[in-house]
């Protein structure tokens, strides 16, 4: 696995063997968080993560602190993104190179602190994936800490979805289904591809971001963990992240693993299929948790049409629908060894993103007996066949292709 690929900074030009070198900085940050921290779990973490890092030279450029301030105006209000539970977004310019990027400055008194910016810096300088942000740098100035990423000029899929500004597009179903093959394929890379394999923790979609033709990009990886090896089944951690997306069994034992991550995927593609927020505290009280409101419907198949996105207003291929929901129901078990592999959802992601929907064609109609439900080709089951049940409770019947 190579890092990311260094890029221009908005310093003067300086020797290569200056550039090369940009990992110590963050070693000496990671002894001192650790002595700091003195949490036996995030030292492991520290160590095996440097140890991974340490045969690849971090690829993260470091800036100083008024480096950053000029290229945000002194992180003036009309270059002000965003913000979450790391801290405030700025755009800014780098004044050397003239590139656009996204500045995140950590709060100092807010939600996440020096573990999950290490950790970070990091997972980014060491995981490079077309679905997965681009970071370009840090600065560890005094007790100042901002990471640079590179600009994503979309936003996030959550502004996309939801409170929509009057000249802001909607998502329509072709769009829907290929932010959701995306960003599937970022999770495939960690869970399968990364050496060691990385939980994610935090996948929701205010960290779905979106670039030109709505290319989606996972980012904010300051919960990332890293995933059992071996003979291990889990981690044992503290439980983070973000209510309505975690996985049952992560939040009441804090026992993670990579199919605590499958079932947040399921809350976002359900989300993407709905129209609705994970929790939505202005709904009745049945509808305020997105997964208790599915539920009793994925049972009936009368209903899968009331599930859909009235912003879509129709314009959705009924069977496409109907397997969309297959995926998420199946990623929403209760049990996490009822959920699919990551590999199965991308396979099943990229058939429903290649069966392109023709706006042109009638709105789809209350759905008819007469049309077949099925999975997606590869949609399998979870450990040892145990999906068998939720895919009879589906009225799953195979594709014909």
Known sequence: MGGLCAKESGKKTKKKDQIANASPPVEKFAKTSQSVDNKKEDSAEYKELLSNS????ISAQTFAFRELAAATKNFRADCFLGEGGFGKVYKGRLESS????AIKQLDQNGLQGNREFLVEVLMLSLLHHPNLVNLIGYCADGDQRLLVYEYMPLGSLEDHLYDLSPQRKRLDWNMRMKIAAGAAKGLE???DKATPPVIYRDLKCSNILLGDGYHPKLSDFGLAKLAPVGDNTHVSTRVMG???YCAP???????LTVKSDIYSFGVVLLELITGRRAIDNSRTAGEQNLVAWARPLFKDRRK???MADPMLQGQYPVRGLYQALAVAAMCVQEQPTMRPLIADVVTAL???ASQLHNPQIPPAQSTSRSVSFGTPPRMLKGKQGESDSQEKSLENSSVNQ
């Open 54 to 57: 340490g045969s690849q030279q």
């Open 242 to 244: 973000t209510y309505g």
């Open 249 to 255: 069994e992560y939040a009441m034992t804090g026992q």
């Open 350 to 352: 990229n058939y429903l």
């Open 98 to 101: 003239n590139q656009i990027v």
């Open 189 to 191: 890379y960690l869970h």
């Open 304 to 306: 899968f049409s009331q």
